[in-house]
């Protein structure tokens, strides 16, 4: 996508630079992005309790070398020479004047929020009365508050001290390369465009499954839930790419524009299409109360308003504990309207699938062959198409990267970040109880029901479905 704010940042400043995000993904992104020649010259981190520089680069080391790929010595060297440390409370104005004078003779810093949105608007405010949001960008770390008025005064608060086309809202699931790949396979090949309309697609699946559990963040996820944790931002996010038009330029705008007419387009979900659920050892992880009612797997039928997807169901699925972790996409093709073989033929016989993680890019689409012998019968073939990610870019790489260069292709603009509030604080006003479920499962039984008469879910193999060797 073309980048219509050119200028690159001079500086990148990274709030919260001793915590757990930065230990496992930034501290490997900023060392790639050095890697490439991406990164500024100047490197400032913040944080507060006391941490010296010397102990952040033995942090930092640390980190490279439990979460680095292929770490680059040379490239480490010159990271630590950029990297410089201001130490103080994100509340009092000597920290921001500090930061200001580390910043030297830098010009347009790019401000990182990796810390808790409670302190947003304290954070913006102090860099706007200390001069360090002076032609400055700021990226916000998710989530983005827990509701549409959350999310409506954090945004209120951010536009206090920067402009909207300088304010980089993160969702590290637009920055992974096969979700990305959804665009381009959409847009870059001109047999898919005419199918891909509610004459040709009966029904589309999104499916975003985990094996794990909370891992003994149940105080956090009690304020979160399924719904608000992925839901609202990655899988809400991959049906907007989904179901949008074409963009009508190559520019970031273009693309953001189309996904908010989509969002804008979708019903909230009726209660009889709204399934909670709980995986069953839930209510024993530490923090969570005995009579939780917060889901850990969601399953949802949305509804595309539009003259592309009228009539055209999207159901969209995410838990923990279920059998495996992958996240896919199964577009399901109407049936030949006439039917010349004797034969049964399953109703899932065509589709479009994309695996977009854990572990690769793929595409397959699902036909029938004729079988060997005299009988005019057929059989299921997948044409299958895999990327196994040689030096692949993380998505923390990537979306760094982009917002250095202001590039806003793959952040979430205020509009569609509150639209898709809405659709999730109606969804959550109607849900039903959410009900227990065995772990190892696919979920509870009432999910199985809502997709019964579009030939139940696609459950995605552990694998991809083929090798990609």
Not at 31 to 49: D, H
Not at 133 to 141: K, N, Q, S
Not at 211 to 229: H, M, P
Not at 297 to 312: E, H, K, N, Q, T
Request: net charge neutral; with cysteine.
């Amino acid at each position: 996508m073309q980048n219509l704010n050119p200028a690159p940042s001079d500086a990148l400043v990274v709030f919260g630079i001793t915590g757990d995000l930065a230990f496992k993904k930034i501290f490997p992104a900023l060392e790639n992005l050095e890697r490439r020649g991406r990164l500024p010259a100047t490197v400032v981190g913040v944080a507060r309790g006391g941490v010296t520089r010397e102990q952040l680069l033995a942090r930092l080391r640390e980190s490279l070398t439990k979460h680095g790929d292929a770490t680059d010595p040379a490239a480490v060297e010159r990271l630590v020479s950029k990297l410089r440390m201001v130490d103080g409370d994100y509340r009092e104005d000597r920290t921001f004047a500090a930061l200001r004078e580390a910043l030297g003779a830098a010009a347009r810093p790019c401000h990182y929020l990796a810390i808790p949105p409670s302190l947003f608007a304290d954070v913006a405010t102090r860099l706007g009365t200390s001069g360090c949001a002076a032609g400055a960008r700021v990226v916000v770390e998710k989530p983005l508050g827990r509701d549409l008025s959350s999310a409506r005064t954090i945004n209120r608060a951010l536009h206090q001290v920067f402009d909207e086309g300088s304010i980089f809202r993160i969702d590290h699931f637009l920055g992974k390369e096969p979700v990305q790949n959804l665009v381009y396979f959409r847009y870059a090949n001109s047999i898919i465009e005419p199918i891909w309309n509610r004459n040709h697609v009966e029904s589309v699946q999104i499916t975003m499954a985990e094996r794990f559990g909370v891992n003994g963040r149940g105080r956090l996820y009690e304020e979160l839930g399924a719904i608000r944790d992925v839901v609202q931002n990655h899988l809400l996010e991959v049906l907007a790419i989904l179901a949008m038009e074409p963009p009508v330029g190559n520019h970031a705008e273009a693309l953001r524009d189309e996904k908010v007419k989509v969002l804008r387009a979708v019903r909230a979900p009726e209660r009889r299409s709204i399934v909670r659920g709980q995986y069953d050892a839930y209510r024993a992880e530490e923090g969570v109360p005995p009579d939780s009612d917060v889901e850990t797997y969601a399953a949802l039928r949305f509804d595309v308003d539009s003259w592309r997807w009228a009539g055209v169901p999207f159901f969209v699925r995410t838990g923990k504990r279920l059998p495996v972790t992958a996240t896919e996409v199964m577009a399901t093709f109407r049936r030949p309207p006439q039917l010349l073989f004797d034969e049964s033929v399953p109703p899932r016989a065509n589709y479009l699938r994309f695996r977009l993680g854990p572990d690769r890019v793929a595409i397959a689409l699902g036909v029938r062959v004729k079988s060997a012998g005299e009988a005019m019968a057929g059989r299921e073939i997948e044409l299958y198409a895999c990327n196994s990610g040689a030096d692949e870019m993380t998505a923390y790489e990537r979306l760094l990267g982009d917002a250095l260069r202001g590039d806003a292709t793959l952040f979430a603009r205020q509009d569609s970040v509150e639209t898709a509030w809405e659709i999730v604080d109606r969804l959550l006003a109607r849900g039903p109880q959410a009900e227990p479920y065995a772990s190892g499962s696919w979920g509870p039984a009432a999910a199985e029901r809502m997709v019964e008469r579009y030939g139940g879910w696609y459950d995605p193999p552990p694998n991809g479905g083929q090798s990609c060797e």
